[in-house]
């Protein structure tokens, strides 16, 4: 196994103590470095981004450590109360998002939970909006709601905050303002079943906002308002059993301060997100007696709204941004376009089941080209797009090319290991005036975008303009009607072969005019003159600009302003 990153960012941190009168001085260093990588397991790469916390004491020595990292991609759907958003990453690669605030189809109004089906389709608890919603895709395919009317009788909801659908799809809510959770077999309501009211014994819960389903449909609830978390077996509540405290070690328990949310994992362990009282914190046991209590506090003064784990045990954390946490090592945080809203409002984080061993991922940036005007006949330089794969497995390409005036080159293998990237180098080259368009078109078999991805090119083709106007505006002021200024525009050939001329004149008020020395031809490398006269006949300002136009249609333009008051 060999891990082969390099740091994207770090920092040294230096902490002293001691001192007084004559006193003695210690001081020791940390380091903060976050990584971007492949790790490689018996020849097969996948490509990991990671955190690395070491320590370092007098004199150097290295005196703790420890180094976290998940799979670079790692893609989760999350809400953020208005919408539903989907990304590759935790840096927003690839995200799309769906729907608006309201109340209408298409639209949420806080959105707190998210869960996935055995199928893939999005259920989401519509807060309040007193709803549940299922969509199949971020297309919002096939919207389904089921609710709608606040209140506590069946097929009503009261701020319904967590969503949960087991291995036969029935469908778990959180009815926290019900004090209860509600199964049903399917969005039409199908055999609804409420169990729980609100108190803090057998049968009672207090607000929370989660709930859970293991492999064995057991139930599980994180009560924050009465510090526990409970799991019953089934929706009669059949062994309630309630979890508030680790077993002691060496006379010591811990306690949950405020469990928001929890998850387990595929061996049955059980995630916590607890907001405690000086930070938020995920917290992972064994099982329901405690065992092996581990916690793992995490930076940020935003407290956790959600928790999940994916097949491979990465655990997922919403609030303060989405946060990766690596087998309770070390934690790295979301940033670029993660929460659109605000970090904060990153309510419910479920990730994307990918299949084992993880795909290739493909990552383009950037996402669309647009060039300068270029005239026709000539081509532009190059511009790079990066081609990254960021996946667990090799991405093979077919074919990489550049439709309409546009053309590329690449340097890209036929198969681009995880973790490298490549670059394909865009040129425009115009055959006719006017917006142009195209697409860098790349045919592959990647596992996050499909068989086809496209880059949008964009640029306007012009006509080669052959003559150059000094200067470039003229003003003329402190004039009187009746005065009679000239100033002169000089005309040159910058081209090595002659130029036709299509016509020079004026466009604007009469009282500025021009006459000219350049005739129907003016020969590589010469100069002719233009003479713009200002002859106002009242007082005021005037505007007008010199055109004049090559015989090719291309045009060179001067614009020009005058200002005259009363003769006195």
């Avoid at 670059?423 to 086809?452: E, I, K, Y």
Wanted: with cysteine.
């Amino acid at each position: 196994m060999t891990l082969s990153a390099s740091f994207t960012s770090a920092t040294f941190t230096e902490s002293c103590a001691g001192g007084g009168r004559g006193g003695h001085v210690t001081c020791g260093y940390s380091f903060t470095g976050y990584i971007s990588g492949t790790w490689t397991v018996n020849g097969s790469a996948q490509a990991i981004t990671g955190v690395t916390y070491q320590g370092f004491g007098t004199g150097g020595a290295a005196a703790r450590g420890t180094t976290a990292y998940n799979s670079a991609y790692s893609p989760l759907y999350y809400s953020d109360s208005e919408q539903i958003l989907r990304s590759d990453d935790l840096q927003g690669t690839n995200q799309v998002s769906f729907g608006s605030q309201g109340s209408g189809v298409g639209q949420f109004y806080g959105a707190y939970g998210i869960a996935l089906d055995p199928t893939g389709r999005i259920y989401v608890a519509d807060t309040y909006n007193c709803r549940i919603v299922r969509i199949d895709n971020m297309s919002g395919t096939n919207w389904t709601s089921y609710g709608g009317t606040c209140g506590s009788d069946p097929g009503q909801f009261y701020d319904p905050s967590g969503i949960a659908v087991d291995s036969a799809g029935e469908i778990y809510v959180m009815d926290t303002g019900n004090s209860r959770i509600v199964r049903m077999d399917d969005m039409n309501g199908t055999n609804w079943i409420s169990y729980g009211t609100v108190g803090s014994g057998v049968g009672q819960f207090a607000s929370y906002v989660s709930v859970a389903v293991d492999a064995r449909n057991r139930i599980y609830v994180a009560d924050t308002g009465n510090q526990r978390i409970v799991r019953i077996d089934d929706m009669n509540g059949t062994n309630w059993t309630v979890l508030t405290q680790s077993p002691p070690v060496n006379g010591v328990s811990h306690s949950f301060y405020s469990p928001v949310a929890v998850a387990l994992d595929s061996a049955g362990k059980i995630y916590v997100a607890d907001n405690e009282y000086y930070a938020p914190a995920v917290i992972r046991v064994d099982d329901m007696t405690g065992a092996n209590w581990t916690s793992l506090y995490l930076s940020g003064s935003s407290g956790l709204n959600s928790i999940s784990v994916d097949s491979s045990g990465t655990v997922f954390t919403g609030g303060g941004g989405v946060r990766l946490v690596d087998n309770m090592a070390g934690v790295l945080t979301s940033s670029g376009t993660i929460g659109p809203v605000g970090s904060y409002y990153v309510f419910g984080v479920t990730p994307v089941p990918v299949p084992s061993p993880r795909p290739s991922a493909i990552g383009l940036s950037p996402a669309t080209l647009t060039f300068a005007d270029q005239d026709i006949g000539t081509s532009s330089n190059s511009q790079p797009v990066t081609i990254t794969n960021f996946g667990g497995s090799p991405l093979n390409f077919s074919s990489i090319s550049a439709s309409g005036d546009f053309a590329e080159t690449n340097n890209c293998p036929n198969s681009l290991v995880a973790g490298a990237s490549c670059t394909a180098s865009v040129s425009f080259a115009p055959t006719v005036t006017g917006p142009a368009t195209g697409l860098l078109t790349l045919n592959d078999d990647s596992g996050n975008l499909g068989a086809s991805q496209n880059v949008t090119l964009a640029g306007t083709g012009t006509l080669p303009r052959h003559l150059s106007l000094s200067p470039a505006t003229l003003n003329f002021s402190g004039y009187t009607t009746g005065d009679s200024p000239s100033q002169p525009v000089t005309v040159a050939n910058t081209s090595g072969a002659s130029v036709g001329f299509a016509g020079i004149a004026m466009s604007g008020d009469p009282s500025l005019a021009q006459g000219n020395t350049c005739g129907s031809i003016l020969s590589a490398g010469a100069t002719c003159t233009v003479t713009v006269t200002f002859n106002p006949v009242a007082y005021g300002t005037f505007t007008s600009t010199l055109i004049v136009t090559e015989s090719s249609g291309a045009q060179e333009t001067v614009s020009i302003s005058g200002t005259a008051s009363p003769d006195n």
